[in-house]
Protein backbone atom coordinates (compact mmCIF):
# COMPACT_ATOMS: atom_id res chain seq x y z
CA UNK A 1 0.00 0.00 0.00
CA UNK A 2 1.01 3.56 -1.11
CA UNK A 3 1.58 5.58 2.33
CA UNK A 4 2.18 9.21 2.00
CA UNK A 5 1.32 13.01 1.22
CA UNK A 6 0.11 14.34 -2.27
CA UNK A 7 -0.06 17.92 -2.57
CA UNK A 8 -2.49 18.99 -5.27
CA UNK A 9 -2.54 22.39 -6.62
CA UNK A 10 -6.68 22.91 -6.21
CA UNK A 11 -8.47 23.97 -9.74
CA UNK A 12 -11.27 26.55 -8.91
CA UNK A 13 -14.82 25.74 -8.48
CA UNK A 14 -13.58 22.15 -6.81
CA UNK A 15 -14.15 21.01 -3.09
CA UNK A 16 -11.45 20.11 -0.83
CA UNK A 17 -13.75 16.79 -0.67
CA UNK A 18 -13.83 17.06 -4.38
CA UNK A 19 -10.07 16.54 -4.90
CA UNK A 20 -10.25 13.90 -1.86
CA UNK A 21 -12.56 11.75 -3.82
CA UNK A 22 -11.01 12.10 -7.25
CA UNK A 23 -7.69 10.92 -5.26
CA UNK A 24 -9.01 7.68 -4.10
CA UNK A 25 -9.74 6.35 -7.74
CA UNK A 26 -6.41 7.46 -8.35
CA UNK A 27 -4.77 5.69 -5.66
CA UNK A 28 -7.36 2.87 -5.39
CA UNK A 29 -8.04 2.99 -1.78
CA UNK A 30 -11.02 4.82 0.25
CA UNK A 31 -8.52 6.09 2.86
CA UNK A 32 -7.69 9.55 1.95
CA UNK A 33 -8.31 12.93 3.48
CA UNK A 34 -7.08 16.37 3.28
CA UNK A 35 -5.38 18.95 5.73
CA UNK A 36 -7.07 22.94 5.78
CA UNK A 37 -9.88 23.24 3.85
CA UNK A 38 -10.09 25.90 0.53
CA UNK A 39 -13.11 27.12 -0.32
CA UNK A 40 -14.12 25.87 -3.80
CA UNK A 41 -13.52 29.42 -5.56
CA UNK A 42 -10.11 29.11 -3.83
CA UNK A 43 -6.52 27.19 -6.14
CA UNK A 44 -3.44 26.49 -4.99
CA UNK A 45 -1.61 24.41 -2.13
CA UNK A 46 -4.05 21.33 -0.96
CA UNK A 47 -2.51 18.78 1.22
CA UNK A 48 -3.28 15.44 1.20
CA UNK A 49 -2.68 12.31 2.53
CA UNK A 50 -2.91 8.21 1.34
CA UNK A 51 -3.51 5.59 3.99
CA UNK A 52 -1.63 5.99 7.19
CA UNK A 53 -0.45 9.55 6.24
CA UNK A 54 -3.98 10.67 6.82
CA UNK A 55 -3.06 10.81 10.40
CA UNK A 56 -0.43 13.38 9.59
CA UNK A 57 -3.10 15.58 8.25
CA UNK A 58 -4.27 16.79 11.90
CA UNK A 59 -0.80 18.08 12.69
CA UNK A 60 -0.21 19.58 9.13
CA UNK A 61 -3.20 21.63 9.14
CA UNK A 62 -2.05 23.89 12.28
CA UNK A 63 0.64 25.00 10.15
CA UNK A 64 0.92 28.26 9.01
CA UNK A 65 -0.19 29.42 5.69
CA UNK A 66 0.62 31.78 2.65
CA UNK A 67 -2.00 33.37 0.10
CA UNK A 68 -1.38 35.33 -3.19
CA UNK A 69 -5.40 37.43 -3.34
CA UNK A 70 -7.66 39.75 -5.24
CA UNK A 71 -9.61 42.38 -2.96
CA UNK A 72 -12.32 44.37 -5.00
CA UNK A 73 -13.40 47.43 -3.26
CA UNK A 74 -16.73 49.43 -2.99
CA UNK A 75 -18.68 45.84 -3.34
CA UNK A 76 -19.77 44.30 0.06
CA UNK A 77 -21.21 40.59 -0.75
CA UNK A 78 -23.15 37.85 2.02
CA UNK A 79 -20.27 35.83 1.82
CA UNK A 80 -17.42 38.25 1.58
CA UNK A 81 -16.06 36.80 -1.74
CA UNK A 82 -16.92 37.15 -4.93
CA UNK A 83 -19.85 34.07 -4.20
CA UNK A 84 -21.92 35.83 -2.77
CA UNK A 85 -24.92 38.17 -3.61
CA UNK A 86 -24.05 41.74 -3.72
CA UNK A 87 -25.27 43.73 -0.57
CA UNK A 88 -23.99 47.09 -0.98
CA UNK A 89 -21.63 49.35 -3.46
CA UNK A 90 -20.02 52.14 -3.00
CA UNK A 91 -17.57 54.27 -4.81
CA UNK A 92 -14.16 53.84 -4.09
CA UNK A 93 -12.15 55.86 -6.50
CA UNK A 94 -11.45 58.22 -3.66
CA UNK A 95 -9.07 55.63 -1.70
CA UNK A 96 -6.01 56.63 -0.98
CA UNK A 97 -2.89 54.02 -1.51
CA UNK A 98 -1.64 55.75 1.99
CA UNK A 99 -4.89 54.87 3.55
CA UNK A 100 -5.21 51.42 2.11
CA UNK A 101 -1.41 51.05 3.75
CA UNK A 102 -2.34 52.60 7.17
CA UNK A 103 -5.74 49.90 7.05
CA UNK A 104 -3.90 46.64 6.21
CA UNK A 105 -0.79 47.47 8.48
CA UNK A 106 -4.13 47.37 11.80
CA UNK A 107 -5.03 44.52 10.57
CA UNK A 108 -1.17 42.50 10.91
CA UNK A 109 0.51 41.41 13.69
CA UNK A 110 -1.85 39.50 16.69
CA UNK A 111 -5.20 40.52 16.01
CA UNK A 112 -9.10 39.34 16.82
CA UNK A 113 -10.58 38.22 13.70
CA UNK A 114 -14.69 37.67 13.11
CA UNK A 115 -15.12 34.61 10.94
CA UNK A 116 -16.57 35.00 7.80
CA UNK A 117 -20.61 33.69 8.46
CA UNK A 118 -20.02 30.68 5.67
CA UNK A 119 -16.95 29.21 7.16
CA UNK A 120 -16.84 25.81 8.58
CA UNK A 121 -17.03 26.74 12.19
CA UNK A 122 -19.22 25.09 13.94
CA UNK A 123 -22.37 26.08 15.76
CA UNK A 124 -24.39 23.74 17.64
CA UNK A 125 -23.03 21.32 15.81
CA UNK A 126 -23.44 22.47 12.41
CA UNK A 127 -21.22 24.41 10.15
CA UNK A 128 -22.00 27.63 9.97
CA UNK A 129 -22.54 28.41 6.52
CA UNK A 130 -25.25 25.48 6.43
CA UNK A 131 -26.90 27.50 8.82
CA UNK A 132 -26.43 30.72 6.54
CA UNK A 133 -28.08 28.90 3.59
CA UNK A 134 -31.10 27.98 5.68
CA UNK A 135 -31.57 31.46 5.94
CA UNK A 136 -30.46 31.54 10.06
CA UNK A 137 -28.34 34.45 10.72
CA UNK A 138 -25.27 33.40 12.56
CA UNK A 139 -22.44 35.20 14.71
CA UNK A 140 -19.27 34.24 15.59
CA UNK A 141 -16.76 35.44 18.29
CA UNK A 142 -14.18 36.82 17.71
CA UNK A 143 -10.65 34.72 17.29
CA UNK A 144 -7.13 35.44 18.07
CA UNK A 145 -5.18 34.97 14.84
CA UNK A 146 -1.45 36.18 13.67
CA UNK A 147 -1.09 37.98 10.87
CA UNK A 148 2.59 38.14 9.50
CA UNK A 149 2.08 40.16 6.43
CA UNK A 150 -0.78 41.79 4.48
CA UNK A 151 0.84 43.51 1.69
CA UNK A 152 -0.35 45.21 -0.95
CA UNK A 153 1.45 43.89 -4.32
CA UNK A 154 -0.38 45.88 -7.04
CA UNK A 155 -3.26 47.96 -7.42
CA UNK A 156 -6.23 47.95 -10.64
CA UNK A 157 -8.55 50.40 -10.13
CA UNK A 158 -10.71 49.04 -7.29
CA UNK A 159 -9.07 46.14 -7.45
CA UNK A 160 -6.02 45.08 -5.05
CA UNK A 161 -3.54 42.47 -5.68
CA UNK A 162 -2.09 41.04 -2.13
CA UNK A 163 -0.21 38.86 -0.03
CA UNK A 164 -1.19 37.26 3.25
CA UNK A 165 0.76 35.06 5.41
CA UNK A 166 -0.87 34.20 8.27
CA UNK A 167 -1.39 31.30 11.04
CA UNK A 168 -3.99 28.60 10.43
CA UNK A 169 -7.47 29.90 11.82
CA UNK A 170 -7.05 32.66 9.95
CA UNK A 171 -9.94 33.73 7.23
CA UNK A 172 -8.62 36.28 3.96
CA UNK A 173 -12.35 36.42 3.13
CA UNK A 174 -12.67 38.24 6.73
CA UNK A 175 -9.64 40.44 6.09
CA UNK A 176 -11.27 41.79 3.02
CA UNK A 177 -14.16 42.59 4.52
CA UNK A 178 -12.66 43.94 7.84
CA UNK A 179 -10.09 46.42 5.23
CA UNK A 180 -13.37 47.71 3.24
CA UNK A 181 -15.39 48.56 6.35
CA UNK A 182 -12.24 50.46 7.59
CA UNK A 183 -12.03 52.21 4.40
CA UNK A 184 -15.73 53.04 4.63
CA UNK A 185 -16.25 51.78 1.31
CA UNK A 186 -16.64 47.66 1.72
CA UNK A 187 -14.85 45.09 -0.05
CA UNK A 188 -14.91 41.03 -0.71
CA UNK A 189 -12.54 38.67 -1.84
CA UNK A 190 -12.46 37.93 -5.74
CA UNK A 191 -9.62 35.73 -5.71
CA UNK A 192 -7.74 33.37 -3.74
CA UNK A 193 -4.42 31.02 -4.25
CA UNK A 194 -2.68 29.76 -1.52
CA UNK A 195 0.75 29.54 -2.02
CA UNK A 196 1.95 27.59 1.00
CA UNK A 197 1.05 25.32 3.78
CA UNK A 198 3.99 25.19 6.10
CA UNK A 199 7.56 24.67 4.17
CA UNK A 200 5.11 22.89 1.28
CA UNK A 201 4.75 25.52 -1.50
CA UNK A 202 3.35 24.72 -4.97
CA UNK A 203 6.39 24.26 -6.35
CA UNK A 204 5.38 21.09 -5.35
CA UNK A 205 1.83 21.11 -6.31
CA UNK A 206 0.23 18.97 -9.15
CA UNK A 207 -2.80 19.31 -10.90
CA UNK A 208 -4.84 16.54 -10.72
CA UNK A 209 -4.67 15.81 -14.59
CA UNK A 210 -0.98 15.30 -14.08
CA UNK A 211 -1.24 13.07 -10.65
CA UNK A 212 -3.65 10.83 -12.69
CA UNK A 213 -0.81 10.49 -15.35
CA UNK A 214 1.54 10.04 -12.10
CA UNK A 215 0.87 9.78 -8.76
CA UNK A 216 4.17 11.71 -7.13
CA UNK A 217 3.82 10.41 -3.12
CA UNK A 218 6.03 12.11 -0.95
CA UNK A 219 7.15 9.26 1.42
CA UNK A 220 6.00 9.92 5.43
CA UNK A 221 9.45 10.04 6.37
CA UNK A 222 10.06 12.93 4.11
CA UNK A 223 6.87 14.63 4.64
CA UNK A 224 7.56 14.31 8.88
CA UNK A 225 11.13 15.57 7.82
CA UNK A 226 10.19 18.94 6.21
CA UNK A 227 7.28 20.02 8.56
CA UNK A 228 9.07 19.17 12.28
CA UNK A 229 12.37 18.37 13.26
CA UNK A 230 13.42 14.79 13.65
CA UNK A 231 15.31 12.58 15.89
CA UNK A 232 17.15 9.28 15.04
CA UNK A 233 16.44 6.62 17.68
CA UNK A 234 18.12 3.24 18.19
CA UNK A 235 16.40 0.06 17.05
CA UNK A 236 15.50 -0.47 20.66
CA UNK A 237 13.76 2.89 20.95
CA UNK A 238 11.76 2.72 18.23
CA UNK A 239 10.60 -0.53 19.26
CA UNK A 240 9.48 0.95 22.38
CA UNK A 241 8.22 4.69 20.89
CA UNK A 242 6.25 2.11 18.35
CA UNK A 243 4.42 0.33 21.15
CA UNK A 244 3.44 4.16 22.54
CA UNK A 245 6.27 4.20 24.94
CA UNK A 246 7.77 7.67 26.44
CA UNK A 247 11.39 8.14 25.79
CA UNK A 248 13.93 10.47 27.11
CA UNK A 249 15.11 12.23 23.99
CA UNK A 250 16.54 15.40 23.60
CA UNK A 251 14.21 17.28 22.00
CA UNK A 252 12.88 20.85 21.89
CA UNK A 253 9.78 22.55 22.10
CA UNK A 254 7.84 21.48 18.80
CA UNK A 255 6.31 18.54 17.91
CA UNK A 256 9.06 16.12 16.79
CA UNK A 257 9.58 13.26 14.30
CA UNK A 258 10.65 10.01 15.41
CA UNK A 259 12.82 8.33 12.89
CA UNK A 260 14.54 4.46 13.10
CA UNK A 261 17.66 3.61 11.89
CA UNK A 262 16.69 2.95 8.42
CA UNK A 263 15.05 6.49 8.05
CA UNK A 264 11.47 5.40 8.62
CA UNK A 265 8.84 7.29 10.08
CA UNK A 266 7.80 5.80 13.57
CA UNK A 267 6.09 8.56 15.22
CA UNK A 268 5.37 12.20 16.42
CA UNK A 269 6.13 13.39 19.71
CA UNK A 270 6.05 16.41 22.17
CA UNK A 271 8.15 17.00 25.26
CA UNK A 272 6.13 16.49 28.59
CA UNK A 273 7.52 16.56 32.04
CA UNK A 274 10.93 16.26 30.89
CA UNK A 275 10.51 12.91 28.43
CA UNK A 276 9.24 12.84 24.83
CA UNK A 277 5.81 11.31 25.04
CA UNK A 278 4.03 10.11 21.38
CA UNK A 279 1.29 12.32 19.58
CA UNK A 280 0.36 9.74 16.78
CA UNK A 281 2.74 6.34 15.92
CA UNK A 282 2.85 5.02 12.80
CA UNK A 283 4.76 1.94 12.81
CA UNK A 284 3.50 -1.44 12.16
CA UNK A 285 1.08 -2.74 14.93
CA UNK A 286 1.52 0.11 16.88
CA UNK A 287 -0.66 1.97 19.44
CA UNK A 288 -3.76 3.86 17.77
CA UNK A 289 -3.41 7.76 18.03
CA UNK A 290 -6.90 7.57 20.33
CA UNK A 291 -5.04 5.41 22.62
CA UNK A 292 -2.26 8.10 22.82
CA UNK A 293 -4.42 11.05 23.37
CA UNK A 294 -6.42 8.95 25.96
Known amino acids: MTDGLVVVDKPADWTSHDVVARLRRIAG ?16 VLITGINQATRLLGHLA ?12 GVTTTTDDAEGEVVEERDATGVSDEQIATVMATLTGDISQVPSAVSAIKVDGVRAYKRVRDGEQVELKPRPVHVARFDLKARRAGDLDVHVDCSTGTYVRALARDLGAALGVGA ?16 QAHSL ?10 PMADAAA ?3 PTVAVTAEEA ?22 PAGNLIALVERRDGVAQPLAVFAAGATSQADLSS
Open 226 to 228: AAF
Open 209 to 218: KALEANLVVI
Open 239 to 260: ERVGHGQRLVLDIGERTTAVLD
Open 188 to 203: HLTALRRTRVGQVGLD
Open 29 to 44: TRKVGHAGTLDPMATG
Open 62 to 73: LHDKAYDATIRL
